[in-house]
């Protein structure tokens, strides 16, 4: 059974800087192209960001294009969001999100539907 394990949410202060790791377990790591997605209360959930199988490729949802930057480790099974200069906007939970796919697009990527496997959620708050 794969499980996905978010760590490294917490309270920072706008224009700090944080690293979301999410761990997966039960299923090689590289027959998955990842995700990262958040929501905050009473919105609906957000694409953040996605990477492909073997890395080389990654798209970014337009609220966090130049900020964020996503990373993958084949070896130790993890998936990175390192999160720059960020604003009291980007407070929500962040989700990482396991997809078995193929194929890897920019736009499928960004669909909550794409992904068959979903961490339990890691709260990033921001304050001013």
């Known amino acids: 059974q794969v499980q996905l394990v978010e760590s490294g949410g917490g309270l920072v202060q706008a224009g700090d800087s944080l690293r979301l790791s999410c761990a997966l377990s039960?299923?090689?790591?590289?027959?998955?192209?990842l995700g990262w997605f958040r929501q905050a209360p009473g919105k609906e959930r957000e694409f953040v960001a996605a990477?492909?199988?073997?890395?080389?490729?990654?798209y970014y949802g337009d609220s966090v294009k130049g900020r964020f930057a996503i990373s993958r480790d084949n070896a130790k099974s993890t998936v990175y969001l390192q999160m720059n200069y960020l604003k009291p906007d980007d407070t929500a939970v962040y989700y990482c999100?396991?997809?078995?796919?193929?194929?890897?697009?920019?736009?499928?990527?960004?669909?909550?539907?794409?992904?068959?496997?979903w961490g339990q959620g890691t709260q990033v708050t921001v304050s001013s």
């Open positions: 999100a396991a997809d078995e796919g193929p194929p890897f697009t920019r736009a499928s990527s960004s669909w909550v539907t794409t992904y068959d496997f």
């Open positions: 039960g299923r090689t790591f590289s027959s998955f192209a």
């Open positions: 990477i492909s199988y073997t890395g080389g490729v990654q």
